[in-house]
T-cell receptor
Framework: RKEVEQDPGPFNVPEGATVAFNCTYS??????FFWYRQDCRKEPKLLMS???SGNEDGRFTAQLNRASQYISLLIRDSKLSDSATYLC?????????FGTGTSLTVIP | DTGVSQDPRHKITKRGQNVTFRCDPI?????LYWYRQTLGQGPEFLTY????????KSRLLSDRFSAERPKGSFSTLEIQRTEQGDSAMYLC???????????FGPGTRLTVL
């Protein structure tokens, strides 16, 4: 079983739409969680950390459900510039496990 | 620029040759990670340093791969006797102890012909 499972998409949404990504993880001892954004042929860049209480940064909201072992990312009012691959990352001990990424394309 | 840097950005080599990549982390970060990423996949962990100590290595890291971080600052990743299957993006990330937030370098894209 993979450490992190993520729906690869692709998600194609119109500008202004709300889109949600989910990710599940297998190790209940995992301690930190993150969403990264990766543009084509570029390095991953930290979008936001995910806290147990949930957290919001502008149009982006991240949630963590430890009981069900999943994390989510909600993007409201999608912009063309949100088009990218979104990677779910789980930290267990000294290791970081990445999902395969979910591809998002925002269409004009 | 005070971010993570990697050199070279691109490397094309023939099968059987040795290659070495360099990563310069953010200066105050004591932890450094190497990852490999292929198309359509997320980054896969290769190895991890805390200061100059290599603390963990993935099973993916065969005997042909070696990494060093001699003074706890920059790190090198060497691949000996490259194979076509080694073609990938090699990413380096550094982080401080505080928040577990990794910052990635731009990567070295390796093509083995």
């Amino acid at each position: 079983r993979k450490e992190v499972e993520q729906d690869p998409g692709p998600f194609n949404v119109p500008e202004g739409a709300t889109v949600a990504f989910n990710c599940t993880y297998s190790n209940s001892a995992s301690q930190s969680f993150f969403w990264y954004r990766q543009d084509c042929r570029k390095e991953p860049k930290l979008l936001m950390s995910v806290y147990s209480s949930g957290n919001e940064d502008g149009r982006f909201t991240a949630q963590l459900n430890r009981a069900s072992q999943y994390i989510s990312l909600l993007i409201r009012d999608s912009k063309l510039s949100d088009s990218a691959t979104y990677l779910c990352v789980v930290n267990t001990g000294n290791q970081f496990y990445f999902g395969t990424g979910t591809s998002l394309t925002v269409i004009p | 620029d005070t971010g993570v840097s990697q050199d070279p950005r691109h490397k094309i080599t023939k099968r059987g040759q040795n290659v070495t990549f360099r990563c310069d982390p953010i200066s105050e970060h004591n932890r450094l990670y190497w990852y490999r990423q292929t198309l359509g996949q997320g980054p896969e962990f290769l190895t991890y340093f805390q200061n100059e100590a290599q603390l963990e290595k993935s099973r993916l890291l065969s005997d042909r791969f070696s990494a060093e971080r001699p003074k706890g600052s920059f790190s090198t990743l060497e691949i000996q006797r490259t194979e076509q299957g080694d073609s990938a993006m090699y990413l380096c990330a550094s982080l401080s102890g505080s928040y577990n937030e990794q910052f990635f370098g731009p990567g070295t894209r390796l093509t083995v012909l």
